[in-house]
């Protein structure tokens, strides 16, 4: 079943974070999206009763701070170690390089990737999720590849074992 996880980082595209999240928490969505901590703590302190993914780079500094509620995209075995360590029952989306090459595990180290985060005892991998590089024509040649690699790493998360709750890809532009 297709379910919609708003994604509001950039102060909701410029909108207004707490304006936005505010009408958007009474639709039930899974979880919002946001680029970062700071943008997550926001929502916290506006009382927001959805679930929160971080989607961008986290410096692991400040995740042995204080217990947080939030999930995170994961694309690194040092930010999934102190996440085991220091934040234990947290959320995982695994973060894979489909194509675009900014953040993400590469397909070809995906299963490596995935077996090293299984054995972490205090993570829950919820999610598989890339992002697009571009989205302007499902016809672009690189659109294309990204969902074949797309599909190749749920492939791979099957062969690990691995079904994840969540199967996310997307960009801006889609």
Known sequence: KLKI??????????????????ILDRQNAPFFCVDSLHEAYRLQKAGIKTPILIMGYINPANLQVKRLPFAYAIYNLEVAEVLNKYQPEAAVHIKVDTGMHRLGVPLTELEQFIT?????????????????????????????????????ALQIAKKCGLNPKWRHISATEA
């Not at 294309?144 to 797309?150: C, D, E, L, M």
Request: net charge positive; proline share 5%.
């Open 5 to 22: 996880a708003p994604v509001l980082k950039s102060n909701a595209y410029g909108h207004g974070l707490i304006e936005v999240v505010q």
């Open 116 to 152: 090293q985060v299984q054995q972490l005892p205090n993570l829950k991998i919820e999610g598989l999720m890339s992002h697009f590089a571009s989205a302007k024509s499902v016809q672009d040649p690189l659109f294309k590849k990204q969902v074949q690699n797309y599909k190749k």
